[in-house]
């Protein structure tokens, strides 16, 4: 049998390309071949989180997996499940999340999340 070797593992931060201005700290999907754009509200192509500004046609290291910490675009309780928002933002969803809230954040602070993706 052939070895096999994975791309990536688990946890690792991947680098794309930013499709579009990234800002970091909010969710990322994908939008092509190895890119990128802020994501939208509810998307199931969330890949993770912006670990920088990026402009568009730059790299940019996406952060998965293990506990992320998104830029909240409402106030988050502990326990909720978290989704996209807006423009990259996080909210509390059931529709597609990407994680679970370990801590309570106001709108516009990071929201730690165990990160499902």
Known sequence: ??????????????TYTAQSDVIGGRLVEIVGD?????AAADS???VGVAGFDAAAGEPVTVYSGGVQRPTAASAIAAGDSVSAAADGKAA???TNPVGIALAAAAAGAPVQTKFDR
Do not use: Q
């Open 92 to 94: 509390t969803g059931d």
């Open 34 to 38: 190895r890119a990128v754009a802020h």
């Open 44 to 46: 199931a192509k969330v």
């Open 1 to 14: 049998m052939a070895e096999y070797v994975p791309l990536f593992t688990p946890g690792s931060a991947v």
